[in-house]
């Protein structure tokens, strides 16, 4: 099972309609903070964005996956779901350098 099998977050599309879309990028070598998740609600709200998307070279724990899930605004997207994309639409095959396999990937997902 690799690492698109087994992704909690929002590996697919990313798309950003009506309205403003605030992004923001995370590069990390543990499981980014529920604070980080929160912070983007509260940049949400003040910009009064339709959508809000936090993209990391890393992975998400469950706080901050629930958190997001709720506002129903927002999508994550861990290292797995950034390799993802990275290759599906660019073609490019990236490297996730992690000192650790984060939970739910095997070691191949990092090469």
């Known amino acids: 099972m690799g690492c698109g099998d087994t992704c909690r977050s929002s590996p697919g599309s990313v798309t950003c309609t009506g309205g403003l879309c605030i992004i923001q990028a995370k590069r990390t070598k543990n499981t980014v903070p529920a604070e980080a998740v929160r912070a983007l609600a509260g940049v949400m709200h003040d910009k009064a ?24 605004r927002m999508q994550l997207i861990d290292g797995c779901g950034l390799k993802a994309l990275l290759q599906e639409q660019l073609g490019i095959d990236a490297l996730i350098g992690l000192p650790k396999v984060p939970p739910g990937w095997v070691p191949e997902d990092l090469k």
Do not use: E, N
């Open 49 to 72: 964005a339709a959508k809000g998307i936090l993209v990391t070279t890393a992975w998400f724990g469950k706080t901050s996956l629930d958190f997001a899930h709720r506002t129903g």
